[in-house]
Structures are given as structure tokens and as C-alpha cells.
């Protein structure tokens, strides 16, 4: 499996998605310069982490308009897979990809460390090869990552069973403890924790590599 | 207006042979500055030792570079920047860190960590405690801002507070970068007739003289030098980053510098003199953003994410598109002669021309006196004592501010992006390792100004002997130190005898555990209304391991055996009275600092390495501030206790609160094998205790000091920072 991560300016976990695959998952990964109008020959989009144009106006709000995300979100009408993370995620919510919006955390500061998930779906190709109910330890660190939606959205994200992601230990003040949700086809996440540096033993676990697996299998059996 | 001395004007005239102009003066007035030049301090800096085998590039460029193996080399320094800090913390803080990390990757290093030594005022303190607050909040905001956004880790570091630093807080910034040996790049503009280029950021009027202010005490107007300080854009660092590596990469660049203090000045003569070449260039052709600016704003600004090239004529194509496609400005502002001048224009008129190498280099040297007695804020003798409480102590310890938790602090600190993080904040060295190797790195900050306060020349080899023993703790070897020199008013004589004696303990112990200086930073004339800080010098040291899961503090499971690695060690009232006891539950300072046997101390950190790399230790803590207790309390925190005898004849205050070094906790469950290898160094291991769930007792046998369930303990460390600041208000 082939997948592209977009590199945006001031991407910064943009290596650690890339390393993540590529060395701890063993599959292929390239990079996908921001301003590239198509995505080349890849099963998945990973919107990295960081800091894409300083996020001075608002996180992700000016990532939305590169010409990538033009491509990304005709990968994604097609079907493609597409995962956010941390800052991707934001990118997302900005692009309209996905509902809500994420704000600054409740304690006005940046939190960086690890905190516990609950997988609350498995249908959805993010968490096809977790267990239901199965608690992750994947680490945060952003400064706004409080998820927000109005109480409609946040009724229709819980009817459809969207949200993918809950914190056990809300480290944001998040509503209702979403830490990761998903698009209405199923087929684009975003989330908050970083998956891709919890796979790895030496840096303390690889609870984050389910994430990942998941999109692998998915992916395969698509293909099948 | 000058801010040179009369004889360092005459210098000045009789290396121009004629009088200088407003530009000159200006140019020379920062780059003789302290901040820049060194001038009180070089003479004595030339004692400490800068070589070894692994050592490839020593003290006098960006940063030093040593050779980790593999085909990799790592580039590290640290630097200060106090002054900005104090007036503006935030901002001065961020740039605190843009400064060093520019310093790493101007040599081709890709940073991969930073630590942060920092030093504040008491939180508590009845007169300047909100302000202590406000500037700790700030600088670590500062950090936090720019570190994240820029993507490197913040792993580690320490923070102190003392009297001292009310009104002139410390913000001591190391950081670390990896790259392989082909990869070097230096700050020389060599070949003649090569374009000059300017890239990054546009020049503005912020910062301007940010080098001399760096260099003066502070007195009631210090308010007014807030334009002083410059303003950091760390998304501007990081497309910084990857323009400069990506452009090296091309082959065409032959020197690169950052633009740091004295900006444009700065980086210009120092190119010019390394390559013993000469500059010129225009003004006109520097990206500015606001109008009007004079030659000697232009030149004297420090306005951040700037960097100066030298590229290979007729290349010149290729650094600039590289720079196109990160969005930034890349120009020819001038060209590489061979004259050795600088020689300055504006719109074609020269406005300054001034020998590269007389500026950079000839600074004055002072030999400043310092035949007295090092300045001692504390008596010699000891006060009577004597504990009520033991537990209580205790507790009042682990929720002290220089012993607490810091996590408040850390959290803040994205310290695991670029995913190799082994061994994060919190522990006693942090560890990054080298993708592409079996090679980790692990890294430690230390400074004791009590210590050096009172015995500057004992309390420096502590420092470094302490520095060595985290490593030694995490399993690494030292091999490269950097130091930050934080002093005083070097004028006085009493002040520049602290700043000999301490450079004096450095070298010795430098030289004894094998970890030459290969670069680093000097700050003077931390005075704030003629109070001068204590002598704080902060080391930064560096060792290397194969890559493997860390040993930590805590203890990790019931039933294992608590060992002292390097014994009860010795204790008196004298070196009682620099110990954190004295200073939390005495409020008292006095004495002299810990005794160090170095050759003990060498063969201890040998000792410990050789259990922890053979899997020995479950856990491993170094016992340093707070001694014995604290270090144990430490080990707690992951609910896991300990019922420890200590068969001593030290009184229980000395037993359990002394500070002596050479001493390791460890747990196991081979303790034979910890005492075969501490017998093979000889030094001590004494079994004294074992691990049990939920409390922390400890006795002589027949008497017990402490007893305390270790929820309560581990409540009081973690909660003790964030109860003081919280609410702050302006």
C-alpha cells in the first residue's frame, strides 16, 4: 500500500507520519508538496501534524486554500482514504471535510502528553482492526484541539456513529470527549492524538499503530 | 553616542587611522560589546580544554561538532538570552530559542532537541512574586511558541528559584542537532568575487543594539529598552530550516551564517575573517520592512530568521529557486573581495569600511582584577538545628519549588515531535536517538548557584561531576560539554574573581571526566539596581549509548532490592549548609558546598554505566538536591514504596537530606551482581532496602524518620508548581 503524506510549510510531524509507515508499518510513503494540483499514484492521504502557515490566522484556515487540498478532496469524493492528524485534522474541520471546529484547549495552553482513547466504532477503516470498546494510550500535543460543534451536528455525529475517538482523560475540554471523527462515507478521520508516534516500543508504546493497520486492512480488502 | 570606552575608541582610531563615523562607531560598539567579543572573560576562557578524539569542530564557530560514529556528527551549544527575558519574557524567550537553533543549522545540523536551564525569582517572594510569576508564565509560553511551531522537541532542562534572580531572571537555551560528516557546512566567505546573499526574513528596526544592552546592568529605565528586544517568527524558523538544508544540499553554497546579535554586522566581518577575505556590499539590497532606515539601524538590527550566504559564483540560480520555493527572500546584496574589509554602501556611497579581522577578532582583552575574595553571600559557620518533624520536612521538600515536579513547565512542550524521543522530561538525562543508527544521545542540564555562591571553583566541579552522573545514570558516557557562563558586573573585582574561580572548576573537572568545551556562551553584568545574581554557571553535556528502552526513576515492582550505588557518602555541618534542607526548612545558607572526590566519583559513573547497561537496574535515580530522601520520594511516584535502613552514624537530618554526590539509587533483583561490578570499581553498593506497595519508610534500624504513604508524596511534588500559579493576574 501506497500512501502520500502532504507536506504543507510548517508541517512539522509530516517525517514522523512518513517514518511511521515507512519503517515501523513497513509500506510504502511519499511526500506531497502543498502546492501540487494532483496526489500521483497513492491509496492514502495523511495530513500531518505541525503548524502549516504558522497557523497564525487560525489553525488550518489558510492550508485550505493550497492547491493540494483541491486533489484531496476530490481523493476523498472518490472514496480514498484520508486520515488528519492533529493540525491535518484542523485542516479538515477548516476544509469542511469534516464538521465541527477545533478551539483553543480549555486551559489556554499547549498539552503535550499521553492520553487514553476508547475506540468507540469499528466500522470505520481507521479502526476496522481494533476492538470495540479497546483503550488506546496515544500521546497529544497541540494547543487547539478543543472540539467544538453546535448540538445538531454533535446529535447527527452521534445517531450516525462518527465519533470514532473519545477521551478517557480529556486533556482539551473537547465536547464530549471527541478526540477523533469521521466524514459521513466513513472513508476520512481526523483526530487529535498523534497515532504515528505511538508505534514504536522504544519511544514507549505502539497503541497508535491499530490506526494505521487498520487502514492497511481496509485498503487490501477493498482491493481484494 | 558611544558606549566605547575612551581607550577602546583610540583602538578603534588607530585601526582606521582616522576617526570613525555614527556607522563605524555603532558597528564597533557591538561587536567589541561583551555579549559579543567575550572581551573580560576570554583570556581566562583559553584554560578550558576543547579537544578529543571525537571532537571535530572546537569553541569559535556557530556551534561545536563532534563525531558520534556511524558516519554522524552531532552539533550542540548553548547560549543565554536573560536580559531580552526579563524585559519581555515571552518574546525574549522565543527568541532565546530561534537564536541557538539558527546556530545549529547554519552548520548543516538538523536540530532534533532543545533544553532550557532556567533560573526565576521565588514565586512566594512578598515583593516580586506576581512578577516572578508573569515572567515564568511568559518564558515559558516563549518556549512553548516557538519550540512547537519550529518542531523540535523540548526534552529537558531545570529550573531554580532564588532571591538572586528576582529582577534578573536566567533563560539558558541548549540545543542539539544530528547530520553526517559530509554534511558540515561554515561560516566563511571564501572565494573571491562570490555573491554575498541575504535570505530569510526582512530587516526592521527591533532588536537594534540588543547586543550592548545584553551587556550593561539594569537600572530604573531598563523598561524603555523593551524595542530593544526582538520579535520571533518561528514559522519563518522552520521554512528557514528546510530552505538552508535543502539549499546546501545543492552543492553551490561555500559558507552560510546566521544573523544573530549584532545581526548583518555580525555575520558579515565574522565570515570575512574566518575566510581572512573581505566584504561588500550595499544596503539597498537588504529586504527591509519599514522605510527610511539608516545605515546604522540596518546594520545593527537583530531582527531574527536571518541568514547570510556565500554561494559559488554562477550558482546562484540554484539557491534561489530553492528559496522561491519556500517562499522566501534571497538577494545579492554584494560580493567576496580580497581586501579583508568591510566595506559598507549605501546606494553605492561607502558609509563604513573597517578591516573584517580587527573587528571580529581584536576586541580588547581585559585581565580584569581579581586578587580578592570571591564575593560570599553567606557566613561560614553553621547555625544550631535541630528537626521537629522528619515527615513533615520531607513533604515541605518534595513540594519546594526547586524540587517539585516541573510538569507544569514541560507539558507545554511538544517533546516528542520527530519521533525520537527515548527519554523525555522528568528523568535525570534525556535521551534522543539517531534514526538510521544504533546510536542514542543522551543529554543533561545542570547549575548549581548555591553551591557556586559559596565556593565558585568546588561548586563548578560539582556541576560538572553531576551533569556526568545523569548521563552515567541513563547508561551514556560523556563525551562534550557546553557551558553558560552567568555571572555579575565582571568591573568588580569580587565578581571577576567568581567568574576565574569557577572557569578554573570547570576546566579541571572538564579535563578529569573527559568532556571537552567545544563551545558556548558568556553573559555578564546580571545586576539588576547593583544586586548581582550568584555566580551560575550552567553546563550542558553530552554522551552517547546503543539505542535501547530507558531505565527510569520510579521504581517498577514490589519485593526488589533498593541499593545505594556509591554508598551513604559523608556529610559535616559545614556542607550542610548549601543543601536544599537548609535552604527550604532552615531558610538558612551557610558553609560550604558538598565534598567531591573526583577519582571516587569517576569510578562510581564507570560503575553505574556497566549495571545499567547490563541490565541490572529495574531503576535508576541519581541522588542529587534534596539528597537521600528526596531522591527516594522520586522513585515513588509510580505508587511503588520502599522500607530502606540506613545503618549510618550521621546525624538523621544528614543521613537523609545531605547532598553529597557520587550516589545512585537503583532497584534490582540481582543485587550480587550490582555488588560484583561496584566491587570491580571499587566503590560502595550497599543493600539498603526493598521496594513495597504504597509507603515510604525510612529508619536506622531502631528508630523511624519517615513514614509517609507515597500517594501523599507523589500529591504534594505533582500539585506544589501549578497551586503557585494559578490564577496569575496582570
Not at chain 2, 552531532?74 to 524585559?87: G, L, M, T, V
Amino acid at each position: 500500500m501506497r500512501f502520500g503524506v502532504v507536506v504543507f510549510p510548517g508541517s512539522n510531524c509530516d517525517h514522523d507520519a512518513w517514518y511511521a509507515v515507512s519503517h515501523n508499518l513497513g509500506h510504502a510513503a511519499e511526500f506531497i508538496w502543498h502546492d501540487s494540483p494532483t496526489l500521483g499514484q497513492v491509496d492514502a492521504v495523511i495530513l500531518p501534524g505541525g503548524f502549516s502557515y504558522g497557523d497564525y490566522l487560525r489553525c488550518g484556515a489558510i492550508a485550505k486554500f493550497s492547491p493540494v487540498m483541491t486533489a484531496v478532496r476530490e481523493f476523498a469524493d472518490r472514496g480514498g482514504l484520508v486520515l488528519g492528524i492533529c493540525n491535518g485534522f484542523q485542516v479538515l474541520v477548516e476544509s469542511g471535510l469534516l464538521p465541527g471546529a477545533l478551539l483553543r484547549n480549555r486551559q489556554l495552553k499547549f498539552v503535550c502528553r499521553p492520553v487514553s482513547l476508547r475506540v468507540e466504532t469499528i466500522n470505520t477503516p481507521f479502526t476496522a482492526a481494533a476492538a470495540k470498546g479497546q483503550v488506546l494510550t496515544v500521546p497529544v500535543a497541540h494547543g487547539e484541539g478543543c472540539y467544538f460543534a453546535d448540538d445538531a451536528t454533535l446529535a447527527m455525529l452521534r445517531h450516525d456513529d462518527r465519533v470514532v475517538l473519545r477521551y478517557l482523560d480529556n486533556p482539551n475540554g473537547s465536547l464530549d470527549d471527541i478526540a477523533g471523527i469521521c466524514n459521513e462515507k466513513r472513508n476520512v478521520m481526523g483526530m487529535m492524538p498523534h497515532p504515528e508516534r505511538a508505534s514504536d516500543v522504544l519511544l514507549g508504546g505502539i497503541d497508535g499503530k491499530v490506526i494505521l493497520e487498520s487502514m492497511i486492512h481496509s485498503f487490501s480488502v477493498a482491493a481484494a | 553616542m558611544s558606549d566605547l570606552t575612551p581607550s577602546e575608541l583610540d583602538k578603534v582610531r588607530s585601526i582606521l587611522k582616522r576617526e570613525p563615523n555614527e556607522t563605524e562607531t555603532g558597528i564597533f560598539t557591538v561587536m567589541w560589546s561583551e555579549h559579543c567579543s567575550y572581551k573580560s572573560s576570554r583570556i581566562h576562557l583559553k584554560k578550558l580544554p576543547t579537544k578529543s578524539d571525537r571532537v571535530l569542530v572546537g569553541p569559535g564557530e556557530n556551534a561545536g561538532i563532534i563525531d558520534i560514529g556511524g558516519g554522524y556528527a552531532i552539533a550542540f551549544k548553548i547560549e543565554s538570552h536573560n536580559h531580552p527575558s526579563f524585559i519581555e519574557p515571552f518574546q525574549g524567550a522565543a527568541t532565546g530559542v530561534g537564536g541557538i537553533l539558527r546556530d545549529i543549522f547554519t552548520m548543516g545540523a538538523r536540530p532534533i532537541a532543545v533544553m532550557d536551564a532556567l533560573r526565576f525569582g521565588p514565586l512566594d517572594d512578598p515583593e516580586w512574586g506576581d512578577r516572578n510569576k508573569r515572567i515564568l508564565e511568559g518564558v515559558v509560553g516563549g518556549i512553548s511558541h516557538y519550540g512547537n511551531c519550529f518542531g523540535v522537541p523540548t526534552v529537558g532542562g531545570e529550573t531554580v528559584f532564588e532571591s538572586c534572580y528576582n529582577g534578573n531572571p536566567l533563560v539558558n537555551v541548549f540545543a542539539l542537532g544530528v547530520f553526517r560528516h559530509d554534511e558540515i557546512f561554515f561560516g566563511r566567505a571564501t572565494g573571491v568575487g562570490n555573491p554575498v546573499i541575504y535570505v530569510g526574513a526582512k530587516t526592521g528596526r527591533d532588536g537594534i543594539k540588543g547586543a550592548s544592552m545584553a551587556s550593561s546592568e539594569f537600572d530604573e529605565d531598563s523598561k524603555d529598552k523593551r524595542p530593544n528586544v526582538q520579535v520571533g517568527d518561528p514559522f519563518m524558523e522552520k521554512l528557514l530550516l528546510e530552505a538552508c538544508l535543502e539549499a546546501m544540499r545543492t552543492g553551490a553554497i561555500v559558507g552560510i551564517q546566521d544573523m544573530g546579535a549584532a545581526g548583518l554586522t555580525c555575520s558579515t566581518c565574522e565570515m570575512g575573517s574566518r575566510a581572512e577575505t573581505g566584504i561588500e556590499f550595499d544596503l539597498k539590497l537588504v529586504p527591509q520592512r519599514e522605510t527610511g532606515m539608516t545605515p546604522y539601524e540596518i546594520m545593527l538590527s537583530e531582527s531574527q530568521e536571518r541568514m547570510l550566504i556565500v554561494a559559488e559564483k554562477g550558482r546562484e540560480d540554484e539557491v534561489f529557486a530553492v528559496f522561491k520555493k519556500w517562499g522566501l527572500d534571497a538577494v545579492t546584496i554584494g560580493v567576496v573581495t580580497n581586501d579583508g574589509m568591510l566595506r559598507v554602501k549605501d546606494h553605492g556611497k561607502v558609509v563604513a569600511e573597517i578591516p573584517n579581522r580587527e573587528l571580529a577578532d581584536e576586541a580588547p582583552l581585559y585581565d580584569r582584577p581579581h586578587g580578592v575574595k570571591a564575593y560570599r553571600p553567606a557566613p561560614m559557620e553553621a547555625p544550631e538545628f535541630a528537626s521537629r518533624d522528619l515527615n513533615a520536612d520531607l513533604l515541605a521538600l518534595v513540594g519546594s519549588g526547586d524540587l517539585c515536579s516541573k510538569r507544569w513547565i514541560w507539558q507545554q512542550y511538544d517533546y516528542m515531535v520527530r519521533t525520537n524521543t527515548v527519554a523525555g522530561p522528568g528523568g535525570d538525562a534525556a535521551i534522543v536517538r539517531i534514526k538510521g543508527t544504533d546510536i542514542s544521545v543522551a543529554m543533561s542540564l545542570d547549575g548549581n548557584g548555591r553551591y557556586c555562591a559559596l565556593d565558585p571553583q568546588e561548586g563548578a566541579k560539582l556541576m560538572v561531576a553531576e551533569c556526568c552522573r545523569n548521563l552515567s545514570t541513563a547508561g551514556a558516557t560523556p563525551v562534550a560539554a557546553t557551558n553558560n557562563l552567568n555571572f555579575g558586573n565582571p568591573e568588580r573585582p569580587e565578581i571577576m574573581a567568581q567568574i576565574v574561580e569557577a572557569i578554573e572548576g570547570i576546566s579541571e573537572a572538564c579535563r578529569f571526566f573527559d568532556t571537552p568545551i567545544t563551545g558556548g556562551n558568556v553573559s555578564l553584568y546580571n545586576e539588576t539596581l547593583g544586586e548581582a545574581i550568584w555566580p551560575t554557571p550552567v553546563m550542558g553535556i553530552v554522551g552517547l549509548m546503543k539505542t535501547a528502552e530507558p531505565v527510569t526513576i520510579p521504581f517498577k515492582d514490589q519485593g526488589r532490592t533498593v541499593m545505594l550505588v556509591g554508598g551513604l557518602g559523608s556529610c559535616d555541618a559545614a556542607r550542610f549548609g548549601g543543601t536544599q534542607y537548609a535552604k527550604v526548612v532552615l531558610k538558612k545558607m551557610w558553609g560550604l558546598p558538598p565534598a567531591l572526590d573526583m577519582d571516587y566519583e569517576k569510578r562510581m559513573q564507570a560503575a553505574i554505566r556497566e549495571i545499567v547497561n547490563d541490565g541490572y537496574a529495574e531503576s535508576a535515580h541519581d541522588v542529587s538536591d534534596g539528597g537521600l530522601a528526596v531522591a527516594l520520594a522520586e522513585c515513588t511516584v509510580n505508587g511503588i514504596g520502599a522500607s530502606v535502613e540506613l545503618t549510618t552514624a550521621l546525624r538523621p537530618e544528614f543521613a537523609l537530606f545531605h547532598e553529597g554526590p557520587s550516589r545512585i539509587l537503583v532497584s534490582t533483583t540481582v543485587p550480587e551482581a550490582v555488588e560484583e561490578i561496584a566491587r570491580k570499581y571499587e566503590v560502595e553498593a550497599l543493600r539498603i532496602g526493598v521496594t513495597m506497595n504504597r509507603g515510604l519508610r525510612i529508619g536506622d534500624g531502631s528508630v523511624t524518620w519517615v513514614d509517609s504513604p507515597v500517594d501523599r508524596l507523589k500529591q504534594v511534588w505533582e500539585d506544589a508548581l501549578a497551586e503557585q500559579l494559578v490564577p496569575v493576574h496582570a
